[in-house]
């Protein structure tokens, strides 16, 4: 049986470990990471549609941008459905 300080060390480790899962969390649905995803897909994409000249490309790279953005908003209830109904552990 394992004695008291080896408990209260596996404790801490499951505390410590359940921290960093909530703020994982918190990352995934923060509005931070949902505003860069954005920034860097319109770069990304405005840099492309530049190097393959195409008229007009940083006005073009915001639509694809805001696509991105909405279908992230649609993610939640999506995993909700797979949790319900698919996710089988």
């Known amino acids: ?16 470990r359940n921290k960093n899962v ?4 918190a990352w995934e649905t923060s509005f931070t990471r949902r505003f860069l995803l954005i920034l860097f897909t ?9 190097a ?10 915001i639509v694809p941008s805001i696509a991105f ?6 993610l939640p209830f999506f995993k909700s459905l ?4 698919l996710y089988k552990k």
């Not at 393959?52 to 790279?61: Q, R």
């Not at 797979?82 to 109904?85: E, R």
Request: net charge negative.
């Open 69 to 74: 953005f909405l279908s992230t908003l649609t």
């Open 52 to 61: 393959i000249n195409v008229s007009e490309p940083w006005l073009n790279a």
């Open 1 to 16: 049986m394992a004695n008291l300080d080896e408990l209260e060390k596996r404790i801490e480790k499951i505390e410590i």
């Open 22 to 25: 909530e703020k994982d969390k």
């Open 82 to 85: 797979w949790g319900k109904y």
């Open 42 to 50: 319109y770069l990304a994409i405005g840099f492309y549609l530049s």
